[in-house]
């Protein structure tokens, strides 16, 4: 690396000077005329690393690169190609040309005619927009040829880095948006200084290009600064746009925001709040305390505990709470298939981890992730919006830094860790996948827009209350389909006065079970959203004997039909029940399906398992109903396009199951023979209180029906029940409240279905006629 560095510095003319001080001045001077670049430099490099190391045997600060600061005049900080900043340089002449690319310029670029300085990115970019010529493309080629200098293709990182060191326009080119110290710019020769900062940000560059290769090519080049172009032109629309609001807010224009104004912004000017708190009915900012609560944390994070909020403090404030384009707080992207043990997980101590909540830690730990806990955070009164924030803001830059160290693919939190992700999304410290157990009162009224975040809440949480609608309606404010609400409930009550489920307090003891807390970390990752990858999950609750008979059976009605025995399969018979012959596959997998044991025990144990087993069937028959069967197309059809319009793809696995249905004999004889809608879930109710709402329901086991008394026996002492290839769409949480209309998805679109459990549900409870075809009639003993 040393030698690296060496042959760097002996190819930028302020080194040359310094160890060949002739060679600028004469071609002909070469005091090693027989080595290559490389060998001059490890002459260099031997000759002078003795002098510049330390009693000890380091170097000392002071490398053989560093310029004298003596020599280096007073510049602030700045971004190469973006802020060089500046004084004129003494003795120019007004209106003379100002400087090249990679010359100092203010941010505004006020110093320089916009005709003559070369472009930005982003304005390169909103030039192309504007006026349909491709701009970007043709600079961008003209800087892979300046850099490719063997004119192979691709570009090493050495080319990268000789080519940055040597060319200021493509120093300004290729370091947009790498803020490099005073130390690092030249403004004499409009070149990059070479010391550790200008050199760290050259091999980001080149990492971030190559993505693990070794060399890069055009393709590549041009799609990461098409990339970086559209970060950095968002950055400027999103500056623009902050600079509207603050005028809008500031109704005395007097430069300053006070709290009353910006009240009276949000209350009255709809784009104010729509930009600083989306999701947040601002009408009622002084009628709901929670609606005041927001409104003050967000003036206090603007203010820093001042009185008035000024121009920079309210950008500042935009730059950290909406970092337009930015990707460095959406933490490290885990590949598609990523096992478990390639998974990088930080955990947020306060109310997690190894002491408060030992269990839950261990869950992840035992699931093979690598988990990184950030100890030493300090718990807090929870007695405000506002104190949170006050007690976790300290803290938020160590937390940042060791985001920056370690790199998660996701965070996670639980109780009092909350405030602290709640924190790094206002300051725009992290907007990667997120994990929250125990939604915080400090949640904002709007989610961090394109976070994938999930929240886990149980309606018995005895620290932190919530009415489930509000929580429904903050995760409404995310984008479509990044972030999902994992939620726990009492049932409703039995006739006996008796519950079939209860919710979770705030030690969510049902995260414990059936996975459920690494599964609800791989939907915050999962690139088909948390909800969709969650449901798919269900199907690991099966077992996978049961999963092959199902697939035989098939997911669509083309596929039962095709098992159809009647007349040109058209179920047109008046007799619509057909026996399936015992010794056939399709009597061994309905029967499999029937007898299924699920992985892990059931929430409703009425009986021992083995006795299940032991149960005899006497028969199957096969139901070919083909109007019912064609009547619940068009639902099926209907869902489908919902669902696209959320932007989900119909998977026939997922969205649909069989379940099983008992009923009495002439139930039983009315729902098989209905020409229209065999199930009519408006006339729910019978001999069992409903629960999880109004609707038809069903049961994932048959064994679940059968101890539960809802197939009544025969005379003969038999007992039937259906198999049912049921549609669910998107299912949400029972509640007894339901009585037909669920809640929305997306709106206009609502949820489906509704079933007991999120985590692993045993109940599925459907609203529409059409949702269900009762394909086998069992009976047993």
Known sequence: ALQLEAWVAVRVPQVESMFYPNLLNSSAYDPQPNLSPLGKANAVFRKDSGRHRSASGHRTASRMYAPSPAATPHRRVSSVGRSYATSPKPGSRPGSRPPSVGRARSPDFSDQPRAVRSKSLAELLEAEEETGNSELDHKTRDMFKLIDADANGSISKLELIGAVYRHPDVAQFVLQGHPLSTASIDLKSARVVVNEQSFDAIDDVFDAMAAGGQRVKFTEFKAYFRQVAVAHLAEVVTLREAQEIFALIDADSNGAISKLELVAALQQKSRVAAFLMPGMNASLVLENERSYDAVSTLFDDMSAGKQRVQWEDFKLYCSRSRPAGSTSCTGSRAPPTAKRSQIRLMILEPGFGRHNNPRQGASLVGAGYQVHNVMDLPEYPDSSRVASFQAIAPHLVSIRDEIDRFRPHVIACASQGGAYMVGLWQVGYWRGPSV??????????????????????????????????????????AAPNKCMLYYTANSGQMASGSLTRLGDGHVMQSLLTHDTLPRLVDAALSSVGPEMHFIRSWRQQLGDVRLEAQHFLGYSPERLRHLWTSPRRLGRDESKLFQVSPSSEEFRSVATVFKACPPQPPAYMLSSQASWENTPIYRIDRVENGSQLEGSLPYRQALRRSLEEQGLEFDAATHCSWAFHGASEQAVHSIVSDPIAGFQPLCTGGNKAAVWGSGTYFARDAKYVADGQFCPRKADGSRCMLLCLVTLGMPCLGDPSHKGVLPFRQSPHRYNCTVDCLASPEIYVIQHSGAAYPAYLITFG
């Open 436 to 477: 929250m157990i125990n939604a915080h009162p400090s949640l904002p009224m709007g989610l961090p827009a394109g976070a994938k975040i999930v929240i886990a809440h149980g309606s018995n949480d005895e620290s932190y209350r919530w009415h489930r609608e509000d929580l429904q309606n903050l995760i409404l404010t």
